[in-house]
C-alpha cells in the first residue's frame, strides 16, 4: 500500500467474540467516528484500504494485532492514537501507528500463551515428553478439507507449567503456511498422551509477532 499506516492493536475482553468480518466493520465505523477519512479503491464497487493480518480465531484475545490502512491525506496526526480510541469499543484498543517498513508475509512465528483449566490438577510431564519427539503429526481442518501439518516443525519452545486451577501453555507457533492454532498443541496430546483429560475450558491469548530470525516483527 502507498502512503500506508501501520496500526498495533488489542482486541481482549469480550471483544474477543467479535469475528473477523465484524471487527472489518467494527472499525471502519471507528474512523467514520473519529472523522478520519480512509482511502478507498477504484472500480463500481470501491471499499475501504484497510487490512487486518493474520485474522485471530473467534474467542482469542490479542495484544499484538496489525492493521495497514491508508489515509485520504496520506498521513494521521500526531493525536491519531487518542482520537481513535475515543471511537472504539471496549476491549479494541489502538497502540501504535507507524510507517510500515516490512511485509506482514514476512511474519513466521507467533507466541501465544494459553490456559487449560482443570477441576483437579493433570500431569504434565507426558506433554513435555510429546514436545521432544522429532515428529508430531496433527490434523488441520482448512476450508478445503483436512490436512495433516507437523507440531515438531510448525512450533518451538512448547512449555507447560501447573498453576492453580489448571495448565499454563506457551509456544511459539507457524503463523502462516501452515497457520498453526494452539488447540492444535491441545488436539495433539488428547491424541498422543493415553487417558489425558479435556479441559473445562481452554483461553488463548497472541503475545507478539516473529520473522523467521526470530525478530520482532513491527
Known sequence: MNEAVRVLFEKTGL?????????????QRAFSRAA???????????????????????GYESVCEIMDFVPENGAVSDEFINVMNGALPAGIRFLEAYAPSRKVSEIRWIRTEGFWRYETEPCIEELEELFRRTAIPVDKKTKRGISQIDLAIDSQEV????????IRVTALLSAQSPTVNPDL??????????DFPVP?????????????DNRIFR
Request: hydrophobic share 40%.
Open 159 to 166: 512449555r507447560f507449567r501447573k498453576c492453580e486451577a489448571g
Open 15 to 27: 471483544s474477543r467474540y467479535i469475528s473477523h468480518l465484524d471487527l472489518q466493520h467494527t472499525l
Open 185 to 194: 498443541i491441545l488436539k495433539a496430546a488428547e491424541r498422543y498422551v493415553p
Open 200 to 212: 473445562k475450558s481452554a483461553l488463548y491469548r497472541r503475545m507478539e509477532l516473529f520473522d523467521k
Open 36 to 58: 478520519i477519512s480512509v482511502r478507498h479503491s477504484n472500480g463500481f464497487n470501491p471499499h475501504p484500504l484497510m487490512t487486518i493480518a493474520l485474522p485471530l480465531p473467534l
